[in-house]
């Protein structure tokens, strides 16, 4: 069992940055492919990025809508994974939401993840 809690969202204007965090509980964090997802009102809930569980290469994976300004990594001394946001745009407002996956293949589909966090509101003002 893992429990995910997220941090570090707020109001922020466009062009300005952010730093989301999510902690894992347990001890078999490195095992673990870690995603972000995004929820905006009356949408489905969308793949941001996603790393893969520690070994000897790292896969990044992003959403196009994302590619070069949002970067995610992972401190697995610290069970913690990092979303960091750049040059935000008002698009960018949603729920933000960390998701573990017990498995080797990073995956961006919500449905392959095992455990969610909460959510951290991201509102980006024009």
């Known amino acids: 069992q893992v429990q995910l809690v997220e941090s570090g969202g707020g109001l922020v204007q466009a062009g300005g940055s952010l730093r989301l965090s999510c902690v894992a509980s347990?001890?078999?964090?490195?095992?673990?492919?870690m995603g972000w997802f995004r929820q905006a009102p009356g949408k489905e809930r969308e793949f941001v990025t996603a790393?893969?569980?520690?070994?000897?290469?790292?896969?990044?994976y992003y959403a196009d809508s994302v590619k070069g300004r949002f970067t995610i990594s992972r401190d697995n001394a610290k069970n913690t994974v990092y979303l960091q946001m750049n040059s935000l745009k008002p698009e960018d407002t949603a729920v933000y939401y960390c998701a573990a996956d017990d498995t080797a293949v990073v995956q961006t589909s919500t449905h392959e993840y095992d455990y969610w966090g909460q959510g951290t509101q991201v509102t980006v003002s024009s």
């Open positions: 347990g001890r078999t964090f490195s095992m673990y492919a």
């Open positions: 790393i893969s569980r520690s070994g000897t290469i790292t896969y990044l």
